[in-house]
């Protein structure tokens, strides 16, 4: 039996606000750090982690939103970094029509998921 076929498929997405990027040297690639370690504590026996990375624009909640439908996945765990406008979550949800789970990072790792 192929294995392969019956892994869990998780989309994962992070959000934040673009405009901080400049504002907060560093916060990017911190926010980007821990979103990969997520990733890593998800991804295991029977789970297939589609990570979209950090999502800050709306053309590029278009192309979660596309890449997790073409991926066909389960559910989407949405990473809540920092603030973020709703254009850059709701493209995503909408378009896949799956549960989704929000979180920060601290839920994240005291409860566990």
Known sequence: MNNEKHKLKIG???IGLET???QFKGLKQRLEGYQSEIANKIAGNNVQVVNAGLVD?????RD???LFKKEDVSVIFLYVSTYALSATVLPVVQKNKTACCYFKYSTFFFHRL
């Open 12 to 14: 994962l997405f992070g």
């Open 20 to 22: 901080y990027w400049s």
């Open 57 to 61: 624009t709306i053309d590029k909640a």
């Open 64 to 66: 979660t939103a596309d």
